[in-house]
Nanobody, 124 residues
Framework: QVQLVESGGGLVQAGGSLRLSCAAF????????MGWFRQAPGKEREFTAR????????YYADSVKGRFTISRDNAKNTLYLQMNSLKPEDTAVYYC?????????????????WGQGTQVTVSS
C-alpha cells in the first residue's frame, strides 16, 4: 500500500509564493508518474501539473503555466510544487497523486493513489 502525504499549504497574499511537498510512503521498486490536482469549493477536481517518472518532462494547466513548477526528488520519494505569483483564483485544496499504471495523463481517474490534500488560500 502506498501513502501520499502533502504539506506546505497555507494562507498567502496575492503575488506571494508557496511550496507544496508530497512524501510517498510504502513505495514500490520504481518511481511512478506523479501529478498535482486542485479542487476549489463547488468545482470539480482539475489537473494542475504532472511529471514523468524520471522528472525529465513536465506538463502544466494553462492557468498555472509560467507561475508553477513541478519537480521531484526520487531519492527522497518526494514531489514538489513551487507556486509563485499566486492569485486568489488559485485558492483550492491541492492533492498529489500517483499513476502506477503509467498513463501519463491529465485525467484524475487515471491516478490510483491520492494524498489527503492541503489547503491553499490566496487573499486579494
Amino acid at each position: 500500500q502506498v501513502q501520499l502525504v502533502e504539506s506546505g499549504g497555507g494562507l498567502v497574499q496575492a503575488g506571494g509564493s508557496l511550496r507544496l511537498s508530497c512524501a510517498a510512503f510504502g513505495r514500490t521498486r520504481s518511481p511512478w508518474p506523479m501529478g498535482w490536482f486542485r479542487q476549489a469549493p463547488g468545482k470539480e477536481r482539475e489537473f494542475t501539473a504532472r511529471i514523468t517518472r524520471d522528472g525529465g518532462r513536465t506538463y502544466y494547466a494553462d492557468s498555472v503555466k509560467g507561475r508553477f513548477t513541478i519537480s521531484r526528488d526520487n531519492a527522497k520519494n518526494t514531489l514538489y510544487l513551487q507556486m509563485n505569483s499566486l492569485k486568489p483564483e488559485d485558492t483550492a485544496v491541492y492533492y498529489c497523486a500517483a499513476d502506477p499504471q503509467l498513463h501519463n495523463s491529465d485525467y484524475p481517474g487515471d491516478y490510483d493513489y491520492w494524498g489527503q490534500g492541503t489547503q491553499v488560500t490566496v487573499s486579494s
